[in-house]
């Protein structure tokens, strides 16, 4: 395995009196890029940081939202070299990746798997959720929500002994509405209590195959004290245990619930799931086995998902978001001693894909060596997404998470205040002249230091946009935290040229 230096130089800035650079380690402290539509962000400052990456050797995730992205990806790895290793998960495609099956066979305990799958499915489920009315905020609606997917999951996998989406959704949408419905004696047997009659048959073969291998003095004393029996079968046989729960949950408390917050409960889940069963969704993450998984990228591989949100819509970005929560789990776990590998994740108009999760990730990305690229066109565009309460302090929050920030020629007010608060003040010298006439001639000249920004927010409006008017060069600032980049400042104006090609 290559050994990587956390040192090693990705890009040159250079002024008329000093040298410095930007490394490895800055680039796994995470980078967000700003600009505005037609500000070069991708083209100039984008397309240079990620040929840097591919040179360099970095393996990667690579999220869609524009149809063209494909293409571009594909221009970058041919100029880098690193066209064998990139492997697009779309339609029609040879690669895939079973979310269920990989999440299932990662783990070794029973309850850690449902557990993970948990995680996994509420996180797209709120990602995707809107939050303007801060209905997200309520606990209620979100333990609720939880208790269902755990339930239908440990449902699902006592009774068919896998899971399956398929499954998981005839389930919920079977679940009767009411205690009546249930004991009707003209009603359909329906997905849901087959699936329950299953599950107890399993439990119950499981329980008499114990209870028949107990010596026959044990087996009397279990049948004559009814407090012992259980408190042994738990012991024995943790899907009695797992089954015990499963009944108090639908038929003591989730079949009474009125009919409204079944309803949105209900919806909220099964709509979900309903997304996620439909082609090309259902083939490429839950039918068929994987040819690709997380760890590929740490060999190399770099993994695009071609599934634009601008063509596919909300299915598109759920999907992203789901394969991007798993692919960073994956990164989290793995030992850097065994494997150094740099890897990067990229998401071009990243509010898109950002999810509850992904400021505690960033947290840790630097131990995990990976290198953070969101690109967005404002500030605006994380608050929509973000939404809730304190949306602006959830998003400025997270932009501290990602050390670089380049900023290119914008119009929006908010994200140009944003960097010239950021790059900061400094003294200037303001000098005066002035000149008085009257019985005798004077002129004072005086000079004071005042306190002003390094850069005012309307200079952001003015930068170049690349192009064949700007002879294809594209301005942008870079500020870094920590280390000074230039002439003891952490900021520096650069010029990038949207036909780079490294050497």
């Known amino acids: 395995m290559a050994s990587f230096d956390l040192d090693q130089p990705l890009i040159e800035l250079v002024s008329q009196t000093s040298r410095n650079y930007w490394t490895l380690r ?86 850690a798997i449902t557990e993970n799958i948990v995680e996994v499915l ?28 755990f339930n239908v999951i440990d449902l699902c996998k006592l009774s068919k002994g896998k899971l399956s989406i398929l499954d998981m959704y005839n389930i919920v949408q079977t679940i009767p509405k009411s205690m009546d419905e249930l004991r009707s004696e003209n009603a359909e047997v329906k ?14 073969a499981q ?73 090309p969704v259902y083939s490429l993450f839950f039918k068929n086995a994987s040819t690709i998984t997380p760890e590929d990228c740490l060999n190399g591989k ?11 819509h909300k299915v598109g970005r759920d999907c992203q978001i789901l394969f991007k929560y798993v692919w960073q789990r994956a ?27 992904d400021p505690d990730f960033q947290a840790t990305a630097r131990s995990s060596r990976v290198a953070t690229v969101y690109i967005s066109q404002n500030l605006p565009n994380y608050y929509a997404s973000m939404g809730g309460q304190k949306a ?24 140009n205040k944003y960097a010239s608060d950021l790059i900061g003040e400094a003294f200037f010298e303001d000098r005066s002249d002035s000149l008085t006439v009257s019985k005798e001639f004077s002129r004072t000249r005086s000079r004071s230091l005042l306190v002003d920004k390094v850069m005012r927010p309307e200079e952001f409006v003015k930068f170049r946009t690349g192009g064949p008017l700007n002879n294809f060069r594209v301005e942008g ?10 002439n003891g400042q952490n900021h520096v104006k650069m010029v990038f040229n949207q036909q780079f090609v490294p050497s």
Request: proline fraction near 3%; hydrophobic fraction near 40%; include cysteine.
């Open 477 to 486: 600032v870079l500020h870094k935290q920590g280390d000074m980049v230039l």
């Open 26 to 111: 800055h680039a796994f402290e995470g980078t967000q890029i700003f600009g505005g539509i037609g500000s070069g962000k991708t083209s100039g400052s984008g397309r240079m940081i990620s040929l840097k990456f591919l040179r360099a050797g970095f393996g990667g995730l690579i999220l869609t939202v524009k149809p063209d992205e494909k293409d571009m990806w594909q221009e970058f790895c041919q100029i880098a070299g690193r066209s064998q290793d990139l492997v697009v998960i779309e339609p029609g495609g040879r690669h895939t990746f079973n979310v269920l099956d990989y999440e299932s066979k990662s783990h070794n305990q029973q309850h």
């Open 207 to 279: 329980i008499d195959k114990w209870f028949t291998s107990l010596p026959l003095s044990i087996q009397e004393k279990l049948q004559d004290n009814d407090a012992l029996f259980e408190e042994q079968l738990v012991g024995a046989i943790p899907d009695a245990r797992l089954l015990k729960f499963l009944d108090q949950f639908f038929f003591d408390n989730f079949i009474g619930l009125s009919e409204k917050t079944r309803s949105i409960i209900d919806f909220t889940f099964s709509g979900f799931l309903f997304r996620l069963l439909r082609e």
């Open 331 to 357: 990164m989290e776990k793995r030992n850097v001693h065994n494997n150094g590998r740099p890897v990067f994740l990229w998401a071009d108009e990243a509010q898109n894909f950002i999810h509850e999760h």
């Open 191 to 204: 997905a849901f209590q087959k699936a329950f009659e299953t599950a107890r048959q399993n439990v119950t």
């Open 122 to 149: 509420k996180t797209v489920i709120r990602a995707g959720e809107e939050k303007s009315s801060g209905k997200n905020d309520d606990p209620f609606w979100e333990t609720a929500l939880d208790m269902l997917i």
């Open 302 to 312: 770099i993994i695009l998902i071609n599934l634009p949100v601008k063509l596919y």
């Open 392 to 415: 602006e302090y959830k998003v400025k929050s997270f932009m501290g998470t990602l050390a670089t920030k380049i900023f290119h020629a914008n119009a929006d007010i908010e994200t």
